[in-house]
């Protein structure tokens, strides 16, 4: 959801730069930051995941 924010943010952000009209204020372009966060928050999911996984695994074997 956070990377979906963030991407929607980066698409209206741009816009402006291609429509030829005056750019948004700098704190929007903060808000597109939010893509890579979410990408972050997904990996680190996944890395825990992985991790969850290799000692259920391991712990299934003893």
């Known amino acids: 959801m956070v990377f979906i ?3 929607v943010a980066t698409l209206a952000t741009m816009a402006p730069l291609f429509l030829d009209t005056d750019p948004f204020p ?3 372009w903060a808000v597109c930051m939010l893509m ?3 990408f ?5 999911g996944v ?8 000692t259920a695994a ?3 074997q003893a």
């Open 58 to 60: 391991r712990a299934s």
């Open 47 to 54: 890395v825990r995941s992985a991790a969850a996984q290799r």
């Open 5 to 7: 924010l963030g991407a």
């Open 26 to 28: 700098s704190y929007a």
């Open 36 to 38: 890579g966060v979410g």
């Open 40 to 44: 972050a928050i997904s990996a680190a």
